[in-house]
């Protein structure tokens, strides 16, 4: 039988899945870090509402790039280092439907427990609840389009060095820094925050199929 | 009959290395070729042209498609292992199976028979606590999972006790009686019948 994209898809995403869940550690690396950086501020910084309310957009968004970094090597390493990057590569179907799947296992195992977290992390900084509607949203749009990032960037560094990986992505999630960051402080501030929201919307539909196919171009030039 | 694959004129250098030139073989239904030589030879990177993965050799390969036009392009159900056993430590052994890229549209009972058929018959232990040896062997079942029309093997020998070696061997003729072809890698000829060819270039 022929395999169709969705089986394809699912196959992948299946598989990469269950293999997150059984090492717990791909998952509460990434929650833990990103609750001890938060919680780091009040304590070092300021306990006072207001000076930490004014932070919070900022922190919140630093503590998630660095957190959804955490396991971006990850991404494509072991399956290079066990050969199924290979057979996946050599079979008739799509290798952007491989690299879609891979980041979508990255940012549900990575990208969605930050999610999660930043609820506590806005009771740790006392957001207003106003400001929890933006902040998860830009969160979704922000840290959906770092797991494309990191593709890329674990692509380019497969077999080399863990920390080559964040060196490339990090200058290029400077605009999704501050696109995440000028919409939660433009809600904390009662001003409209969907412009910010639109260009990052913008930058996922573009990163899509943009940066997967550019991810599977990085991916070859291992082989050469 | 005609033959599934033809490899016509096939050069590949590397920094300055030829690793071989001026290939010419034909994979024939049935029929096994085997790549002879010594480590970094250029085994593993003649696989992995002929199979597309990397293109960086001159020449030419011509598939067989259904309708017995040939076209440059792979039309045939082929199966590649490379040195790496594509096993994942983290799934059982019956995971590994059903979840492999090879796994579409193949039964639960084909998947159990296939892993038995190579005397693994702890299905749900996690490969992880599983020997070399044994992870071989679920690679091997994997082959068993479709009828693919050839099978890339890189070093399908290579870390064997000497049954399991007589199993690979054993498996090759029953898919061969069945059409399928093998081009597979190794230091030295096997027990396996078929053609070889030595890339013997000074390394």
Redesign the interface.
Known sequence: ???NIY??FF?IL??DL??AF??SSTYITPLIFFLIVISFFPIALSPDQDFLRSLAPGVIWIAALLSSLLAIETIFS?DF????L????????PSFVLVFAKVLCHWLVTGFPILLASLISSLILYLPVSSLLPMICSLILGTFFMSLLGAIGAALSLGKSAILSAIIVLPFSIPTLLMGTAAVSSAIDYQDYSGFLLIMGAMLAIGVPGLCLLTVEAI?LN?? | MLPKLKVSNLSCSRADNQLFDDLNFEVYPGQNIEIIGSNGSGKTTLLRILLGLIDIGDGEMEWLDNENNYNNFRSIDCFYQGHSLGIKNLLSAQENLRLSSYSFGVSEEKILSSLNRVGINNYSSFASEMSVGQKKRISIARWLLKDFGIYFIDEPFSALDDQASSLIVEIIKELNAKGASFVITGHRPSEIISNQITLDHEV
């Open positions: 039988m022929k395999s089986n394809w196959l299946r598989r269950l293999m059984r090492r072991e280092r066990d050969g199924t290979d057979e996946f590569f050599i079979s008739n179907d070859l082989y050469e």
